[in-house]
């Protein structure tokens, strides 16, 4: 197995039986996994230092005109307590952020018809008009064309919207009727076109998916080639239909997060919120693995529980952009620090 590490480091790929070896390996054998750990590790940290960007994450709604089955804000939850930012309160947000050290702010939320594009719009302007020095990430889901383009004018810089799974009938396992992998994969298509830093990904042990689906993702993602890759374990949240479904597993996610950096060594790769939610050491194990990026939660406290994409959300202490100093703590216990730099892609 080391061996086929090795060849992965060197050429960036595989061929798929390979992979599909690797992954089963590091399944059921903590030595290859962590030697594929400590050899992304290095290719992270050749590409990156020690240090590990920081993104400011606004969740502006938990409105959602989608039902998707795994996300604990679907429009069919009506245990939700629903909430909507005004500009001003992003403008908050970003102020708060931006005294932290924070130089990107996310925009995230569910698919708002409320938040229109039109606000969307003077929002982006807004912040780029206060600040021209900070990189605006948008995370709002499938817009039209000419919407995504009015957003990158007004002056967004990335996008994140997960393909979620590639293999059309996994998709619609997880996703109603009248959302389909193809649209997903043209919005992704626009994103890139338009000059969007574009961030894609999957869930990782998201109900139905199997081996051969993830083998499917890795070479899309090759194929794609995108800024940023989002990979987490899928966590149930129990107001949706997959409440009593298991989650992904530590080890698998820290696997793939290691094939994602061996492959795409410039790559921005976070750490997430749902592997630190799943174990305590998840987000460190996460950077060990090779990710390079954690998001801490600058959303208003008093909304924070509302936006519970899963159960148990994280989203205080070193999730929380209040808890930057516990972040670097802990970030330093395995000899990283926090990097204030925008991190931009750079090949
Ligand atoms: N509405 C936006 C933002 C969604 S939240 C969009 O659809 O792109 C961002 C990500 O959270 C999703 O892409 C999904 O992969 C992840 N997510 C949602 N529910 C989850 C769950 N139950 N477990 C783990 N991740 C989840």
Not at 169 to 197: F, N, V
Request: hydrophobic letters at 35%; proline letters at 5%; glycine letters at 8%.
């Amino acid at each position: 197995m080391q061996r086929l590490i090795d060849r992965l480091r060197r050429e960036r790929t595989l061929p798929p039986a390979d992979l599909r070896l690797l992954l089963e390996a590091c399944h059921d054998d903590a030595t290859t996994l962590s030697y594929l750990n400590a050899q992304a590790r290095e290719v992270a940290q050749a590409h990156f230092g020690r240090g590990i960007f920081i993104r400011g994450l606004i969740e502006v709604s938990n409105c959602c005109r989608n039902n998707c089955y795994y996300c604990g804000i679907r429009k069919g939850n009506t245990h939700v307590e629903r909430y909507r930012l005004s500009t001003e309160q992003v403008l908050g947000c970003c102020r708060q952020g931006y005294a932290l050290g924070f130089r990107t702010f996310v925009m995230q939320g569910g698919e708002d018809p409320a938040q229109t594009d039109d606000w969307v719009e003077r929002t982006v302007a807004a912040i780029r008009r206060e600040y021209p020095d900070c990189a605006i990430t948008l995370s709002l889901g499938e817009k039209s064309r000419e919407a995504y383009e009015r957003f990158f004018r007004a002056g967004a810089n990335r996008y994140l919207l997960r393909h979620e799974t590639h293999d059309a009938t996994h998709y619609a396992q997880l996703h109603p009727a009248g959302m389909t992998i193809s649209h997903r994969l043209q919005c992704q298509r626009q994103l890139k076109e338009i000059g969007y830093q574009t961030g894609t990904g999957i869930m990782v042990g998201s109900p139905g998916q199997t081996l051969d689906h993830i083998l499917e993702d890795i070479f899309y993602i090759e194929e794609l080639q995108p800024e940023m890759i989002g990979i987490g374990p899928f966590l149930p949240h129990h107001d949706t239909p997959f409440a009593s479904c298991p989650p992904g597993t530590v080890e698998q996610t820290v696997a793939l997060l290691s094939i994602f950096r061996l492959m795409h060594p410039a790559a921005l790769i976070p750490s997430t919120t749902a592997l630190a939610t799943l174990a305590p050491d998840g987000r460190e194990r996460g950077i060990l693995a090779g990710a390079n990026v954690v998001m801490p939660n600058l959303s208003p406290v008093e909304d924070r529980k509302k936006y519970e994409l899963y159960n148990n959300k994280a989203a205080l202490g070193a999730e929380s952009a209040e808890g930057l100093s516990a972040l670097r703590r802990q970030l330093q216990a395995i000899g990283y620090d926090i990097s204030f730099a925008r991190g931009d892609f750079k090949m």
